[in-house]
């Protein structure tokens, strides 16, 4: 974990900023909580203390036009960026706040583009303790609420409603805890299967009832995962485990990871979702994969009702079609790489621990990590940077999977040519 505060070495005791790396048994670790921040927002929106449906409450309202102050509403921001380094769940639930006190711009997009410009400089105003003033300082006095300010607020509350910090496992207890699922709709008929360590698979396909044959092919999509994960929540399947959702709408993916939607109904399937997983100690984590991979999984075919392809045959969902953690180089022969890089390549391609000790040395360094650990990865190779004094070349091989979820920012910031 880290603290909220940072500030160069000192002999005096102050907040730690450290990162818990491993851990050898239970060690829950707690955050600070900032739920009267919350309550703060949520009365100066002129809602009640025990409104279930907040923006059913403000339809119902003759007139609702509301605003807060902007340096106040920027310090909480700030705060929260802090704590969902810790509490993660929370964090895409942040972008209402920030979207709220960029709507002022003329040029303002509405799916909040300029969002991480936002959250950087609200974290850098948190850690320095900077005044009302400075964190007021070229925006307007007061900012606007939206129902997105209110829909993102009411979402943290129901996951933070305590007043002390809430206990957050860092991980699964046992390695061998982790399921990989995957799910597809299609207009007639949809399918969810969860493989487990043992091979076992837990699959279910079925048709659509009449009432949902008109809904958006996104709709269908994230009700068909969203409820299959609920169920089994519900019923302990999940209890303690790590699961890697599948699916190819990117739609649903943006809504889990960034909650890059307006839809109402997907913003309510999310917040089930993650109330659930805290309750039964769940890691969700949903990404994208391309159409064709999810036709070669065969869960494609069996929304179909199409029984001969994929996991249907037997097929390692893991394995053979989600790479998770499948180094790229033992997919590909030395030969295919040296096709492309010529003679620049000289195998064997660099291991894990290379990343640390030799990375940063100069020559041409091929690096091929699973895409689970990509991020890590990339980050390394930009320390290394840092420290290279002669000319460095990084060939840098991953799956196309965790793309747009983790790594695709790193990788941009980092790639030249």
């Given at each position: 974990?880290?603290?909220?505060?940072?500030?160069?070495?000192?002999?005096?005791?102050?907040?730690?900023?450290?990162?818990?790396?491993?851990?050898?048994?239970?060690?829950?670790?707690?955050?600070?909580?900032?739920?009267?921040?919350?309550?703060?927002?949520?009365r100066?929106?002129?809602?009640?203390?025990?409104?279930?449906?907040?923006?059913?409450?403000?339809?119902?309202?003759?007139?609702?036009?509301?605003?807060?102050?902007?340096?106040?509403?920027?310090?909480?921001?700030?705060?929260?960026?802090?704590?969902?380094?810790?509490?993660?769940?929370?964090?895409?639930?942040?972008k209402?706040?920030?979207?709220?006190?960029?709507?002022?711009?003329?040029?303002?997009?509405?799916?909040?583009?300029?969002?991480?410009?936002?959250?950087?400089a609200?974290?850098?105003?948190?850690?320095?303790?900077?005044?009302?003033?400075?964190?007021?300082?070229?925006?307007?006095?007061?900012?606007?609420?939206?129902?997105?300010?209110?829909?993102?607020?009411?979402?943290?509350?129901?996951?933070?409603?305590?007043?002390?910090?809430?206990?957050?496992?860092?991980?699964?207890?046992?390695?061998?805890?982790?399921?990989?699922?995957?799910?597809?709709?299609?207009a007639?008929?949809?399918?969810?299967?969860?493989?487990?360590?043992d091979?076992?698979?837990?699959?279910?396909?079925c048709l659509?009832?009449?009432?949902?044959?008109?809904?958006?092919?996104?709709?269908?999509?994230?009700?068909?995962?969203?409820?299959?994960?609920?169920?089994?929540?519900?019923?302990?399947?999940?209890d303690?485990?790590?699961?890697?959702?599948?699916?190819?709408?990117?739609?649903?993916?943006a809504?889990c990871?960034?909650?890059?939607?307006?839809?109402?109904?997907?913003?309510?399937?999310?917040?089930?979702?993650?109330?659930?997983?805290?309750?039964?100690n769940?890691?969700?984590?949903?990404?994208?994969?391309?159409?064709?991979?999810?036709?070669?999984?065969?869960?494609?075919?069996?929304?179909?009702?199409?029984?001969?392809?994929?996991?249907?045959?037997?097929?390692?969902l893991?394995?053979?079609?989600?790479?998770?953690?499948?180094?790229?180089?033992t997919?590909?022969?030395?030969?295919?790489?040296?096709?492309?890089?010529?003679?620049?390549y000289?195998?064997?391609?660099?291991?894990?621990?290379?990343?640390?000790l030799?990375?940063?040395?100069?020559?041409?360094?091929?690096i091929?990590?699973?895409?689970?650990?990509?991020?890590t990865a990339?980050?390394?190779?930009?320390?290394?940077?840092?420290?290279?004094?002669?000319?460095?070349?990084?060939?840098v091989?991953?799956?196309?999977?965790?793309y747009?979820?983790?790594?695709?920012?790193?990788?941009?910031?980092?790639?030249d040519v």
């Open positions: 974990m880290r603290c909220k505060k940072f500030g160069p070495p000192t002999l005096i005791p102050r907040p730690w900023n450290g990162i818990m790396t491993h851990t050898d048994a239970p060690y829950p670790v707690k955050g600070t909580t900032a739920k009267k921040c919350l309550d703060w927002v949520w100066e929106c002129g809602l009640p203390e025990d409104v279930i449906d907040p923006i059913g409450y403000i339809e119902g309202l003759d007139k609702w036009d509301v605003s807060l102050d902007t340096a106040e509403l920027h310090r909480i921001a700030g705060l929260w960026i802090h704590l969902t380094k810790l509490y993660t769940e929370g964090r895409c639930f942040l209402g706040f920030f979207n709220a006190m960029e709507a002022f711009h003329s040029d303002r997009d509405l799916d909040g583009w300029r969002l991480l410009e936002s959250m950087e609200a974290q850098v105003l948190e850690e320095n303790d900077s005044s009302r003033e400075a964190a007021a300082s070229g925006y307007p006095l007061l900012t606007r609420a939206t129902y997105q300010l209110v829909l993102h607020t009411h979402a943290l509350r129901r996951l933070f409603n305590t007043s002390e910090p809430r206990v957050s496992p860092i991980r699964p207890m046992e390695k061998n805890m982790v399921w990989y699922a995957c799910g597809d709709a299609l007639k008929g949809f399918a969810q299967a969860v493989h487990y360590p091979l076992s698979i837990d699959e279910h396909d659509w009832l009449p009432e949902y044959l008109e809904k958006s092919s996104h709709l269908r999509e994230a009700s068909n995962i969203a409820n299959h994960l609920k169920e089994d929540i519900k019923v302990g399947k999940h303690g485990c790590k699961v890697w959702q599948a699916t190819d709408n990117a739609v649903w993916s809504v990871n960034k909650v890059m939607s307006s839809v109402g109904h997907l913003f309510d399937l999310l917040v089930d979702i993650k109330l659930l997983c805290h309750e039964h769940v890691f969700y984590h949903c990404f994208h994969i391309s159409g064709e991979r999810m036709i070669a999984t065969g869960i494609d075919g069996l929304s179909r009702g199409d029984h001969k392809s994929g996991i249907a045959l037997g097929c390692d893991r394995s053979s079609f989600l790479w998770m953690w499948v180094f790229l180089i997919l590909i022969t030395p030969l295919q790489i040296g096709s492309w890089m010529g003679n620049d000289s195998p064997p391609p660099a291991k894990p621990i290379d990343l640390f030799k990375s940063h040395k100069a020559g041409i360094h091929v091929a990590p699973p895409a689970a650990a990509a991020l990339l980050k390394e190779v930009a320390k290394a940077r840092h420290k290279c004094l002669r000319r460095t070349t990084y060939v091989l991953i799956p196309r999977l965790l747009q979820e983790e790594w695709c920012g790193r990788f941009q910031k980092e790639v």
